[in-house]
């Protein structure tokens, strides 16, 4: 029967990893958990304490905070339940948490990572992705005209300093940007830390641009790398051509396939399927070469102004931007009133850019599927 990484929980609540060792299941439970708000709960980067089990967490008498991210709060409860009560992960220690929410400067940065201390004696490092506030998507979105955006750099350097404090062999990982996190922090780490990585995972984490993976030397690192996406993936296939993944079936439809816990399991497995719809492909397609078209000075008056219009909503996170719609609706139109002309112009060319390359493509594919139905009829 066919469920969600909670219901693989349950299903393997008394298989220990040394009986089944880590596989990518394990690894999406990590990338989500890692999205729980753990500060002032585990301890920090920058201290060096003992670490925390999920026990010690689930008796704080502040454990509610957990819970600070609105979206998946029911889901993210039985998720730490299921944990709690699995021999995989019940004795499991947490150590080394970093959150930093930067606004201030010119690129403004969400960052947060947490180190999983395994029973098998491995750990999984595990950078969070995007969550709920306008500022961590902005990052995301800094990533297609800019490398390394902070984060990346934040990543690289947790990765060195907590593998120096502990000798362990290790998996690392994340969910969203998180995977994408996790992917450059391996390329780009210390050749002693890169030699002790047993695998790297990106769940629908976005990829780099073609001349990032050719300076970074992602052949490196390329065969322990795994990167999964569900059918309907928008997020993960951001520069990816020619990248091998896998790709899993989801109990929903369109982007809210990015959810986690819409992901399918079975058998300790994933369900796969053999890949991304053929629609979402083209709408991937499109969106990678319009970017690749557009010049640095565009892409990054295109973000700009898309974060300016955002910002105008008078909401800081997208929860509170959707609730309170009609007033986000008008801020937005206000702001792209005050723009000036130049920056009008500038967004109206860029879009205008997005939408010629869309006909080019449905042309030519339009021309490749006659000419294939052509050939097909004469036989």
């Given at each position: 029967?066919?469920?969600?990484?909670i219901d693989y929980?349950?299903e393997y609540?008394h298989v220990?990893?040394?009986?089944?060792?880590?596989n990518?299941v394990d690894s999406?439970?990590?990338?989500?958990?890692?999205?729980?708000k753990?500060?002032?709960?585990v301890?920090p980067?920058t201290a060096?304490?003992k670490?925390?089990?999920l026990?010690?967490?689930y008796?704080?008498?502040d454990y509610?905070?957990?819970?600070g991210?609105?979206?998946?709060e029911?889901?993210?409860?039985?998720?730490?339940?299921a944990m709690r009560k699995?021999?995989?992960?019940?004795n499991m220690?947490?150590?080394?948490?970093?959150?930093i929410?930067e606004?201030?400067?010119?690129?403004?940065?969400?960052?947060?990572?947490?180190?999983?201390l395994?029973?098998?004696g491995t750990?999984?490092?595990?950078?969070?992705?995007?969550?709920?506030?306008?500022?961590?998507?902005?990052e995301?979105?800094?990533?297609a005209?800019?490398s390394?955006?902070p984060?990346q750099?934040l990543?690289?350097?947790?990765?060195?300093m907590?593998?120096e404090?502990?000798?362990r062999d290790?998996?690392?990982?994340?969910?969203?940007k998180?995977?994408?996190?996790?992917?450059?922090?391996?390329?780009?780490?210390?050749?002693?830390?890169?030699?002790?990585?047993?695998k790297?995972?990106?769940?629908?984490?976005p990829?780099?641009r073609?001349?990032v993976?050719?300076k970074?030397d992602?052949?490196k690192?390329?065969?322990?790398?795994?990167?999964?996406?569900?059918?309907?993936?928008?997020v993960?296939?951001?520069?990816?051509?020619?990248?091998r993944?896998q790709?899993v079936?989801?109990?929903t439809?369109g982007?809210?396939q990015?959810n986690?816990?819409?992901?399918?399991v079975?058998?300790?497995?994933?369900v796969?399927v053999?890949?991304?719809?053929?629609?979402?492909?083209?709408v991937?397609d499109t969106l990678n070469?319009?970017i690749l078209?557009?010049?640095?000075?565009s892409?990054?008056?295109?973000?700009?102004t898309l974060f300016?219009?955002?910002?105008a909503?008078?909401?800081?996170?997208l929860i509170?931007f959707t609730?309170?719609?009609k007033?986000?609706?008008?801020?937005?139109l206000?702001?792209?009133?005050?723009m000036?002309?130049?920056?009008?112009?500038?967004?109206?060319?860029t879009v205008?850019a997005l939408?010629?390359?869309?006909?080019?493509?449905?042309?030519?594919?339009?021309?490749?599927?006659?000419r294939?139905e052509g050939?097909q009829?004469r036989?």
């Amino acid at each position: 029967m066919k469920g969600t990484i909670i219901d693989y929980l349950k299903e393997y609540a008394h298989v220990s990893l040394k009986d089944e060792p880590m596989n990518d299941v394990d690894s999406l439970v990590l990338c989500q958990f890692s999205y729980l708000k753990f500060d002032g709960m585990v301890p920090p980067v920058t201290a060096n304490e003992k670490p925390v089990s999920l026990q010690q967490l689930y008796e704080r008498p502040d454990y509610e905070k957990l819970y600070g991210d609105e979206r998946y709060e029911k889901e993210n409860r039985a998720l730490f339940e299921a944990m709690r009560k699995c021999v995989r992960f019940r004795n499991m220690k947490l150590n080394y948490y970093i959150n930093i929410i930067e606004t201030q400067t010119d690129f403004e940065t969400q960052f947060s990572a947490v180190t999983f201390l395994l029973e098998d004696g491995t750990m999984y490092v595990a950078y969070r992705g995007t969550d709920e506030t306008i500022v961590g998507w902005k990052e995301d979105f800094n990533m297609a005209f800019l490398s390394p955006v902070p984060g990346q750099e934040l990543a690289i350097e947790y990765l060195n300093m907590v593998t120096e404090r502990l000798p362990r062999d290790f998996y690392v990982g994340g969910h969203s940007k998180g995977g994408n996190l996790a992917v450059y922090a391996a390329m780009n780490c210390e050749p002693q830390v890169q030699d002790r990585i047993l695998k790297i995972y990106s769940m629908d984490g976005p990829g780099f641009r073609p001349e990032v993976l050719e300076k970074c030397d992602f052949g490196k690192i390329q065969e322990r790398t795994c990167k999964i996406l569900p059918h309907s993936s928008l997020v993960g296939m951001l520069f990816e051509k020619n990248i091998r993944y896998q790709v899993v079936e989801s109990r929903t439809f369109g982007l809210a396939q990015h959810n986690p816990f819409t992901w399918l399991v079975q058998d300790g497995d994933f369900v796969t399927v053999s890949d991304i719809y053929e629609t979402r492909r083209f709408v991937d397609d499109t969106l990678n070469e319009w970017i690749l078209s557009l010049d640095e000075q565009s892409l990054r008056i295109f973000v700009d102004t898309l974060f300016q219009i955002l910002s105008a909503s008078e909401s800081d996170n997208l929860i509170d931007f959707t609730a309170n719609l009609k007033r986000s609706m008008t801020g937005i139109l206000g702001a792209m009133k005050d723009m000036d002309e130049d920056t009008q112009k500038a967004l109206r060319q860029t879009v205008k850019a997005l939408f010629e390359i869309a006909g080019l493509r449905m042309k030519q594919e339009f021309k490749a599927r006659t000419r294939k139905e052509g050939g097909q009829d004469r036989h």
